[in-house]
């Protein structure tokens, strides 16, 4: 008879985004948990945990508001240095960050995107040094001035198709060798420990209002021990043993 079949695979984990190896590889990982659920920016509920340069005014509470859609986050007149923070309330390892903005004539011309990395010692969030900022990437207008804290490796996307214009920052997968690699955690250990993520406008485009629009912010990642660990690679079943030799 022939040999028993082997052992279906585990099943994939649950994950956040379809997650490529690398920038210039296209197969990713299946997922089953919605995109849609894993916005960690949305934390605060109906009343997301923001903050501006401009302040209270420019509304930036409505680039998470679950509208993506209709109502924005306008920032105040300048050529560059608008921010918007979003205070997503807890430490979460962060793999993807988005940023879409309203029309071309709303989007900068530069932008960096960093993110603030909790200070275990600092025990009032009042303090200063409650969160230290670290630079993701820059691209556009003023880049090579703003320098990146966490390496070339990380490249800030801009998109305008099918949005109007968006930019995003995806967390290089690790390799082997790289500090922070754990083939058992979600995305082999990729991403950052985030309590905020911060998109600048480094430059914006001359004449018009020189202001930008944020219509919808997106930050996606999990918590620790919040997704399951990564089931082990799939064993290959033995070959078959090999026929009896023929009768004499």
């Known amino acids: 008879s022939p040999p028993p079949s082997p052992p279906p695979s585990p099943p994939l984990p649950p994950c956040l985004v379809s997650y490529a190896p690398s920038s210039n590889h296209d197969d990713g990982v299946a997922c089953s948990v919605p995109l849609a659920d894993r916005n960690v920016a949305l934390n605060g509920g109906s009343r997301p945990l923001t903050n501006a340069s401009g302040g209270a005014a420019t509304h930036p509470e409505r680039a998470v508001d679950f509208a993506a859609t209709g109502t924005w986050y306008e920032s105040e007149a300048a050529d560059g240095g608008q921010w918007i923070d979003a205070d997503l309330g807890d430490v979460y390892r962060v793999v993807d960050i988005f940023a879409r903005w309203t029309e071309e004539a709303y989007a900068p011309t530069g932008v960096r995107l960093s993110y603030g990395r909790r200070d275990a010692a600092v025990t009032s969030i009042d303090d200063p040094g409650y969160v230290t900022r670290v630079v993701l990437g820059a691209t556009g ?10 390496g070339s490796g990380d490249p ?21 060798n790289d500090a922070g690699y754990d083939p058992s955690a979600p995305f082999a250990g990729a991403g950052v420990d985030a309590r905020t993520v911060r998109v600048e406008a480094l430059a914006t485009a001359a004449g018009g209002s020189r202001r930008v629009r944020i219509a919808d912010l997106k930050v996606y990642g999990y918590k620790s021990g919040e997704l399951p660990p990564s089931p082990p690679p799939a064993q290959l079943s033995p070959p078959p043993p090999p026929p009896p030799p023929p009768p004499p």
């Open 156 to 176: 800030i996307v801009e998109s305008t198709s099918p949005d109007p214009v968006a930019h995003s920052w995806r967390a290089p997968a690790p390799g082997p």
């Open 141 to 150: 207008a003023g880049a090579d001035a703003a320098g990146l804290d966490v």
